[in-house]
């Protein structure tokens, strides 16, 4: 089992280059198979996730062929099943993105259930409401979800949560649908946006992502295209709260700083200076850090994912803080990690209540997910002494050169995969 190594307590400075969204990437080489034409898509994230997508896709005869790490094309011609029960597609959640994209083309699919972090129930009936709108038979049993129909027919669906997930998965399936639908209460993510110009790139009539109501036209078939993912907002994100924590100065290249207003908003609330430009945002860290208060919500607001991210911060902030989490409730698994390294957090149902401290100490911690893994990372950053971050394996699943990039910013980082590897860097550093 590997595990990053760190000695903190360094400011960390210079250029970071951000790679493509796992999330938008994840939906849209899903949406790939849509067409028998060939797709082309750049600015894939080589991250684990994504890899295993594409492996799935493999295994019921999609041809891939990796042009470099961030560029794929795509041939669907040879889908040979439309069952995916790949040993790895259940651990992650994007694997229900398969079910969408193959309804819609073949009107029939099968998809393992998906798993992914455990950071609090992520229902699909959301996603199960829309596809039966639209005229498919919906069954689940055995830990797969089965869709059939005969026709899909356009519908007019209100959601009755904002869901990401199910937003896309109706949006693919209604593209190739007979008449039009109408998605209200739709999710506005960017990644939401970035799919449905990718498939109007492909042929499909999409109107209105980006905002709460989404119109859908439906097409008869779609063609071949080339596309490049959007920019990580959550990669960039936790680079810039790692300038914060560390009372450093990063220049985050290859972004679109319109999607980080909100974490913007609460870096600056929190002290620190953020000067943007048209597509890099710079984030000066401040020897005192203010209290604030966050609450996750869908986008524009504050994105749960930033959420472990923002606390890291906070905790080092002069006077208290809250977070309330509004998506998942079980989104603060990493407290307790976080209160051996010095943190002083005391979480009641959804809000986390911080006490600012003086600093973070090295311990050795365990990422219980993605995002709070890489937030642990960020305390380490900025933590007197060693940290050792365990089961990195979720970091992995959404973070790309994470420990060379972090060097490339002055961090003192390693991954290892031992203890002796351990015992030989502390000895290095110390």
Excluded: W
């Excluded at 849509?34 to 799935?56: C, F």
């Excluded at 990580?232 to 709260?241: K, P």
């Excluded at 003086?358 to 219980?368: D, F, I, L, N, Q």
């Excluded at 380490?380 to 420990?403: K, P, S």
Aim: proline share 3%; glycine share 10%.
């Amino acid at each position: 089992m590997e595990q990053y190594v760190i000695k903190g307590g360094k400011p960390l400075s210079g250029e970071v280059e951000i790679g493509g969204a796992k999330n938008a990437a994840l939906a849209i080489i899903a949406a790939a198979i849509m067409t028998d034409e060939t797709v082309i898509i750049d600015n894939l994230p080589n991250v684990r996730d994504v890899n295993v997508m594409l492996g799935a896709m493999e295994d019921i005869g999609v041809h891939i062929e990796r042009i470099n790490e961030h560029r794929v094309k795509v041939n669907a011609t040879t889908i040979g099943r439309l069952s995916v029960d790949y040993e790895y597609i259940k651990k992650i959640r994007a694997s229900y993105y398969l079910l969408g994209a193959l309804l819609g083309k073949y009107k029939k699919a099968e998809v393992a259930l998906p798993g992914g972090c455990d950071i609090g129930s992520r229902p699909i009936d959301l996603h199960v409401k829309g596809f039966r709108s639209l005229g498919a038979e919906v069954d689940l049993s055995y830990g797969l979800i089965s869709v059939n129909a005969k026709r899909l027919i356009g519908k007019h669906i209100y959601m009755d949560k904002v869901s990401v997930g199910a937003t896309i998965n109706i949006m693919m399936a209604a593209t190739l649908a007979e008449g039009k639908t109408i998605i209200e209460n739709a999710a506005k993510e960017p990644h939401v946006v970035d799919v449905a110009n990718f498939l109007n790139s492909m042929g499909a009539n999409i109107r209105g992502a980006g905002t709460d109501v989404i119109r859908i036209q439906g097409v008869s078939k779609l063609h071949g295209t080339e596309y490049s993912v959007i920019p990580d907002q959550i990669e960039a994100g936790t680079f810039m709260f790692a300038a914060a924590t560390t009372k450093g100065d990063i220049l985050v290249k290859n972004v679109i700083p319109k999607h980080l207003e909100a974490t913007t908003a609460k870096l600056i609330d929190a002290g620190c200076q953020v000067v943007e430009y048209d597509d890099a945002v710079r984030v000066i860290g401040r020897n005192k850090l203010m209290a604030t208060q966050v609450t996750t919500l869908p986008y524009p607001g504050f994105p749960t994912d930033m959420q472990p991210q923002m606390t890291v911060v906070l905790a080092l902030a002069d006077g208290v803080s809250t977070v309330n989490e509004s998506i998942f409730e079980n989104r603060f698994k990493y407290v307790d990690e976080l209160a051996r390294m010095g943190a002083n957090i005391q979480v009641e149902g959804n809000i986390a209540i911080i006490r600012g401290v003086e600093k973070y100490t090295g311990a050795r911690v365990s990422a219980p997910d993605l995002r709070a893994g890489a937030a642990l990372v960020i305390a380490g950053l900025g933590a007197e002494g060693i940290t050792i971050v365990d089961d990195i394996y979720y970091i992995q699943r959404g973070y790309e050169n994470f420990d060379e990039k972090l060097r490339g910013l002055g961090a003192v980082i390693e991954r290892t995969d031992s203890e002796d590897q351990i015992e030989k860097f502390i000895l290095k550093v110390s």
